[in-house]
């Protein structure tokens, strides 16, 4: 499968992104961001949304904050922002062409998620779609200081799988992401807008 893509190599780890690549929750988060900044009279379009996409919640208010000279409190409105989202947690889907993936490598490879958010929202998010039996290793926000475009999380998990970052392959859906990924020394296949995978350089 992943052999279209890179012919000549065989991947020892998969390292996936979560939001925009694994589950399809970026209508849903970006939502709830929108919901929590109502009650500040500001709003975080599609766009924005998507640029900041990889980002830990507490950084994009920071963002936010000396954007709009604005004194949110990043925690918060993190715990509101959580509110929200879990509300339409069942709205969630899977994205079914990074699904295919796991599903065909699953016991072949070790498989991790590798993402800029917290993990009680991730594991609650993957108790939803029934996903922790595909992963060997989740990799959140909190475990790690410098987020993406920083290599640090694909590293860490490099690391804790016991695989040379160049043997991993990462799967991402923001450019962030796929700075970070490349910034570790690993390829890395791009989810676009239309869930298609392409090869990024």
């Known amino acids: 499968?992943?052999?279209s893509f890179f012919p000549n190599h065989d991947f020892k780890a998969l390292l996936f992104d979560f939001d925009?690549?694994?589950a399809d929750t970026m209508p849903a988060h970006?939502?709830?961001?929108n919901k929590a900044l109502a009650k500040y009279s500001l709003s975080l379009?599609?766009?924005?949304h998507q640029a900041w996409a990889g980002r830990p919640t507490h950084r994009i208010v920071e963002m936010m904050?000396?954007?709009h000279k604005s004194t949110i409190d990043p925690q918060q409105f993190l715990a509101e922002k959580e509110v929200h989202y879990l509300s339409s947690l069942h709205e969630v889907k899977t994205i079914t062409s990074v699904m295919d993936v796991i599903t065909h490598y699953h016991g072949q490879v070790p498989m991790a998620i590798v993402?800029?958010?917290r993990r009680k929202i991730v594991d609650l998010t993957m108790k939803q779609l029934n996903l922790h039996s595909y992963f060997d290793l989740l990799v959140?926000?909190?475990d790690y200081t410098q987020g993406k475009?920083?290599?640090?999380c694909f590293l860490m998990a490099a690391s804790k799988l016991n695989i040379a970052p160049q043997e991993c392959l990462v799967f991402e859906d923001a450019v962030l992401g796929m700075q970070a990924a490349h910034s570790a020394g690993m390829k890395c296949l791009m989810v676009d807008e239309k869930y298609s995978l392409t090869h990024t350089r």
Do not use: F, H, Y
């Not at 379009?45 to 924005?48: I, L, V």
């Not at 475009?149 to 640090?152: H, I, Q, T």
């Open 20 to 22: 925009g690549t694994v």
């Open 45 to 48: 379009s599609r766009e924005q």
């Open 149 to 152: 475009p920083a290599p640090d």
């Open 30 to 33: 970006l939502g709830a961001w």
């Open 65 to 67: 904050n000396e954007l």
């Open 140 to 142: 959140c926000a909190e």
């Open 115 to 117: 993402t800029g958010s």
């Open 1 to 3: 499968m992943l052999k």
